[in-house]
């Protein structure tokens, strides 16, 4: 059973370009979360989706993030125009149900690098 | 709101010796707390849960943690590090009704020494 899967591993983007990172889910999770850890510090939620709907994105910046979990394909979350800040590692989660019992099983992440 | 801090950014220790890693919570409500481990580029692995019931909780390669409330604390201890067990460990807490957002602390890294 293959666990959660993120790619790129890498990604190596100039300002003001387009970033789109993808995970795919462990097998029969519909529920996908993304955390982003900057340098030297903890991991920071951003956003919870299930398939087709945001449950809560109340740690997404407000402007150039989005994320979306279609009913077919992996989540992606997509940063416009980033910017030296936005490096970072980004980490996807997913867990089988909703409740806060329900272990988060990670990702390897993607780390982002803005030239 | 609930929080966690980790005191102590960076931990060595001799192999064979205690380990101790810090983690106090802060929370309105009964928490249920988490210690996480990542090792150098890759996610992290979940070593042991905290969930209401029993307070001494057992989890994976030989780690073990207490909760106790009085406290506001969940240690997190092994009793003989190996060197395998260097690695950055994150504790986590989330709350009945915060839905599943992890909050994360700021992680501590364990350095074993021969």
């Known amino acids: 059973n293959a666990g959660v899967m993120q790619n790129p591993r890498h990604l190596v983007r100039r300002r003001g370009q387009e970033a789109r990172l993808r995970c795919s889910p462990m097998?029969?999770?519909?529920?996908v979360y993304w955390y982003r850890q900057l340098p030297e510090e903890g991991l920071k939620f951003m956003v919870y989706?299930?398939?087709?709907?945001?449950?809560?994105e109340s740690g997404m910046p407000k402007e150039r993030f989005s994320a979306e979990f279609p009913k077919e394909g992996p989540s992606i979350l997509r940063i416009q125009q980033v910017v030296r800040g936005d490096s970072a590692a980004y980490f996807c989660?997913?867990?089988?149900?909703?409740?806060?019992?329900?272990?988060?099983?990670f990702g390897p992440g993607t780390r982002l690098l803005v030239l | 709101a609930q929080s966690v801090t980790q005191l102590g950014s960076h931990v060595s220790v001799s192999e064979g010796a205690l380990v101790l890693l810090r983690c106090n919570y802060s929370?309105?409500?009964?928490?249920?707390l988490f210690w996480y481990v990542q090792y150098p580029n890759q996610g992290l692995q979940l070593l042991l849960k905290?969930?209401?019931?029993?307070?001494l909780v057992k989890g994976i390669n030989g780690f073990e943690a207490e909760f106790k409330k009085s406290e506001t604390s969940f240690h997190l201890t092994k009793p003989s590090a190996h060197m395998s067990d260097a690695a950055e460990y994150f504790c986590?807490?989330?709350?009945?009704?915060?839905?599943?957002?992890?909050?994360f602390g700021g992680g501590t890294r364990l350095m074993v020494k021969p």
């Open positions: 989660a997913s867990s089988e149900q909703k409740g806060v019992l329900e272990t988060q099983y």
């Open positions: 097998k029969g999770h519909s529920h």
């Open positions: 989706l299930q398939k087709e709907n945001i449950i809560d």
């Open positions: 929370s309105s409500v009964p928490p249920y």
């Open positions: 905290y969930t209401s019931a029993a307070t």
């Open positions: 986590a807490v989330t709350l009945n009704n915060a839905g599943n957002m992890l909050t």
